[in-house]
């Protein structure tokens, strides 16, 4: 009895939350969808992550899995929506969380994963990726969006050419703010997964170069940052040709790779002393 008692009050109280949330945001439009989670803690996180004041609305049931999403349909749409829940580490029927999200996450909001989200996830990219919306105060294209990330990086790279230490760790730190100001929320669908994947140690390596004048240790986080970079670049929309080269001496010859916008090998890793060592692996256009 007490049982049946709490769902009701329970019951009231979400269509009483989705009426407000109707009459808080304009355009309205309401769609469901089955986002995974287990507790009262999952609903608080993900009901933060999807709301979005006076734009975007959300009210997820812990005993259904399903979301009620109102949405101002001049601002934003469900998959801007559900990219911020995948962000705070859960996954949904059309977005799978970053690992790293997941596993962020409380023991008691670590929620039995299901393998056909995955799937699900990149059908939608190739779905949608022509269809988003940028939500209201975004103003910057996806195209434009990861620029300046870009040009930092190629500015960090002739700085390692010139092994130039000082140079090189105050590039480095605009590089770090750069990636801190990328609006997840406006790149595409592809770029945006391809992000969520490899944003975590592209801030890590920047930093670590950052935060020393010694021009090894830069250069060993310069060998991981280009891979994770390369990540991206190769799903973004390119204005130029680049050329992803290959250093077959560094780190014993262990190898490391790096982008430029210049066809000729310039060689970060060694500077003036081997310059031209390296070869040219693949041209992303």
């Not at 939350?17 to 989670?37: C, D, F, P, R, Y």
């Not at 992550?49 to 469900?78: E, M, P, R, V």
């Not at 990636?179 to 595409?188: D, F, H, I, T």
Request: glycine share 4%; proline share 2%.
């Amino acid at each position: 009895m007490k049982n049946s008692i709490y769902k009701i009050v329970m019951g009231c109280g979400f269509l009483l939350s989705i009426t407000l949330a109707q009459g808080q945001v304009k355009n309205a439009k309401t769609e469901t969808v089955k986002i995974m989670g287990n507790c009262g803690m999952c609903k608080a996180i993900i009901e933060k992550a999807g709301n979005k004041s006076k734009i975007a609305a959300l009210s997820w049931d812990k005993d259904s899995k399903i979301a009620t999403i109102i949405f101002d349909s001049t601002q934003t749409n469900q998959a801007q929506i559900l990219k911020r829940v995948a962000l705070a580490g859960y996954d949904s029927q059309s977005f799978l969380a970053p690992t790293d999200a997941y596993n962020k996450l409380p023991g008691c909001c670590q929620y039995e994963r299901e393998l056909k989200v995955a799937e699900k996830t990149e059908i939608k990219m190739d779905d949608q990726k022509n269809q988003e919306q940028h939500e209201g105060e975004v103003s910057t294209s996806k195209e434009e969006q990861l620029n300046p990330v870009f040009d930092a990086y190629f500015s960090l790279h002739e700085a390692l050419v010139q092994s130039d230490s000082k140079k090189t760790a105050t590039i480095a730190a605009d590089l770090f703010q750069k990636l801190n100001a990328v609006k997840m929320e406006a790149l595409s669908m592809k770029v945006h997964m391809a992000w969520m994947k490899v944003m975590i140690e592209l801030k890590e390596d920047a930093e670590h170069i950052a935060g020393t004048q010694d021009i090894k240790h830069q250069r060993d986080h310069f060998a991981t940052l280009s891979t994770k970079m390369y990540e991206l670049v190769k799903v973004s929309n390119l204005t130029v040709p680049v050329y992803y080269n290959a250093c077959p001496m560094y780190n014993k010859g262990a190898a490391a790779n790096w982008l430029s916008k210049e066809e000729p090998i310039k060689n970060p890793f060694y500077g003036a002393k081997m310059l031209s060592c390296g070869s040219t692996l693949e041209i992303l256009k």
